[in-house]
């Protein structure tokens, strides 16, 4: 167990639709990353938080966005949802956001977009 | 811009037979290198990391990998594969004021009995 909590572990929408996915980081960690893995496209990092502020932009659709709160949760909105945003979610959290902590993931939210 | 080139998106062994997955990068100054591993259905975990100090890394579950910075690789290894291997693995690699790191495809390890 990383101690990184996500919800729902399940989503299934139809297309066009809007969903929430919420992260929870392991206590005391204050940076949060967002990532998108699919068969096709492998493991993209779609966003980054520190302590409340976007900290970093990956490939990150205009339809998504997110947001930390100061409790440090974070959620992934996505909006008009298309086929192709089928996907395993990850969140991921970090002490700081230096580039020598490790990240410790989540078990993710798998998206099914009919 | 950094890369990370995972040679192979499938490995198989047999059981007790050595475990080599490889992993080179391009970068143009020394990188933070990581290994993680997924098993099915769950996130990613941390393996072992190189960010400074000794070349020859040791992590969890019996791996460890050596960073050759002539060679930009970073390869995982397991002198005798046990059939819970069986996983996917990752390479990551961060460097200067990059705080996200890039990840490579992933490599597929099947263990055979």
Known sequence: DSGVTQTPKHLITATGQRVTLRCSPRSGDLSV??????LDQGLQFLIQYYNGEERAKGNILERFSAQQFPDLHSELNLSSLELGDSALYFCASSLRDTNY?????????????? | ???????????????GALVLLRCNYS???PPYLFW?????????QLLLKY????????????????FKKSETSFHLTKPSAHMSDAAEYFCAVSRGGSYIPTFGRGTSLIVHP
Request: hydrophobic residues 30%; aromatic residues 12%; without cysteine.
């Open chain 1, 101 to 114: 902590n490790e990240q410790f993931f989540g078990p993710g939210t798998r998206l099914t977009v009919l």
């Open chain 1, 33 to 38: 990353y967002w990532y998108q893995q699919s």
């Open chain 2, 51 to 66: 960010t400074t100090g000794a070349t020859l890394v040791k992590g969890i579950n019996g791996f460890e990998a050596e």
């Open chain 2, 1 to 15: 811009a950094q890369s990370v080139t995972q040679l192979g998106s499938h490995v198989s062994v047999s059981e």
């Open chain 2, 27 to 29: 970068s143009s100054v």
């Open chain 2, 36 to 44: 993680y591993v997924q098993y099915p259905n769950q996130g990613l």
